[in-house]
């Protein structure tokens, strides 16, 4: 037994506004909500909407209900659980920041950190100065170095 036929109807400024998401929405997980909205808009059922874009029949359900309620914005991720990080690995200007004061005292991470307190007002422990440092270092850093001594390393 099937449920009833639910669709979206859309006006022109919100079908505009849709397709806008679609093509240059930052992410695509919302680039996907938007098509599943605009799919039910051409009269596609929702069964049909989780076959095309792969996706079971709830998540379909979730995304139209939530467009009904909450519009466009509706779309988007919700923000998760969790601390937020201290310092954002995309926030660029701290970053180098960071490394310019650690790269002062690469031997002396309390100093470092002191001194990283001082300068961004953010606290942190070692630890975390630690992590932050192993996940911004690249191919240039000294864990991306070829070691002398190792033979297997050597061309």
């Not at 859309?10 to 909205?37: D, P, W």
């Not at 596609?44 to 359900?61: E, W």
Request: charged share 30%.
């Amino acid at each position: 037994m099937q449920g009833k036929k639910r669709y979206i109807t859309l006006s022109a400024e919100q079908r505009e506004a849709l397709v806008e998401g679609h093509k240059r929405g930052n992410k695509a997980t919302f680039r996907l909500r938007c098509q599943m909205i605009l799919l039910s808009d051409r009269g596609r059922k929702i069964p049909d909407i989780a076959d095309i874009l792969g996706c079971n029949r709830q998540s379909v359900v979730k995304w139209l209900n939530r467009y009904e309620n909450a519009g466009l914005e509706g779309l988007n991720t919700a923000k998760g659980p969790g601390r937020p990080a201290i310092v954002r690995i995309d926030n660029r200007k701290e970053v180098d920041q960071i490394e310019r004061i650690v790269e002062e005292h690469p031997q002396k991470l309390d100093v470092a950190r002191a001194q990283i307190e001082a300068t961004l007002g953010k606290k942190m422990s070692q630890q975390t100065l630690r992590r932050l440092l192993k996940k911004t270092a690249g191919a240039g850093s000294a864990s991306g170095a070829v070691h002398p001594s190792d033979p297997r390393k050597r061309k």
